[in-house]
């Protein structure tokens, strides 16, 4: 198990790496295949060298080795996050389940940073979530169609009620994702998903508005809350049900 375990982290740390370059060019409407990765800061191509999740930041001392401009050390959070979550998901769904687990986590982790960064959720990354559930749901599925279906309509529907009740105060781009996220998880889940992302995200806003961070009219961007609210339904959210229905 604990090779295993070594292999997921270094796996992770090597997919964190591209899903930094997706956070930072999908937003901007950039290919994230194509060109190479640069520095931001005098433009010069990245070698082999310097491409090496989390070492290089650190052997570099987060700065460029050519212009000297510092990397943000999101990016070698984000690396160590991916591996982390790597791990736990192995330790969650070992065998063959992981890879598809882990593929839909690594996206909302661009969706949660994009989010975070910019207020909005790219199109592409819903679709990408949508057909991979699609995908889980033929070839092994773990959820009845009619519960994965229903799923999708009370995640997509509550937000969208929201949505016109606030008056763009939940944004369409929140409504997509939970209806997505819907067919993925199931309509119970779904519910528990929506109950932990409302509480999180409105302890978050007090603390914001009671801090003087933010004020009463400052959007705050409600996907990060989602992304949460999914990572503890993926692993826990069994669990929780079980207990709230023998409670
Ligand atoms: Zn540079």
């Known amino acids: 198990m604990i090779p295993l375990a070594v292999t997921a982290f270094v796996l992770g740390l090597a997919v964190g790496s591209f899903l930094n370059v997706c956070i930072y060019r999908i937003a901007r409407g950039e290919s994230v295949i194509f060109p190479p990765s640069r ?27 050519g212009c000297g401009v510092a990397i943000h050390w999101r990016y070698a959070l984000v690396e160590l996050l991916t591996a982390f979550m790597f791990v736990v998901l192995l ?3 070992p065998g063959f389940d992981f890879f598809p687990q882990a593929f839909f986590y690594s996206v909302l982790l661009v969706v949660f940073f994009i989010d975070l960064d910019h207020q909005v959720i790219p199109n592409r990354l819903v679709i990408v979530l949508l057909v991979l559930a699609l995908a889980v749901q033929v070839f092994r599925p773990v ?42 998880y199931g ?18 806003g007090i603390f914001l508005l ?5 004020k009463r009219k400052d959007p705050v961007p409600f996907g990060p809350f989602l992304v949460m609210a999914a990572v503890v339904v993926g692993l826990w959210g069994e669990r929780i049900l079980h207990w709230y229905i023998r409670w």
Request: charged letters at 15%.
């Open 210 to 214: 009671a801090a003087g961070i933010k």
């Open 91 to 93: 330790w969650r769904f």
């Open 143 to 184: 959820l009845p169609w009619g519960n994965a279906l229903l799923g999708m309509l009370a995640g997509g529907g509550l937000l969208l009620l929201l949505a016109v009740v606030s008056r763009g105060g939940m944004g369409g781009g929140d409504v997509k994702l939970m209806a997505a996220l819907g067919f993925w």
């Open 187 to 204: 309509w119970q889940q779904t519910l528990l998903l929506l109950f932990v992302a409302f509480v999180a995200g409105g302890l978050t």
């Open 39 to 65: 520095c931001p800061g005098c433009g010069r191509r990245l070698g082999a060298r310097e491409l090496i999740p989390v070492v290089s930041y650190l052997r570099q001392r987060g700065r460029c080795r």
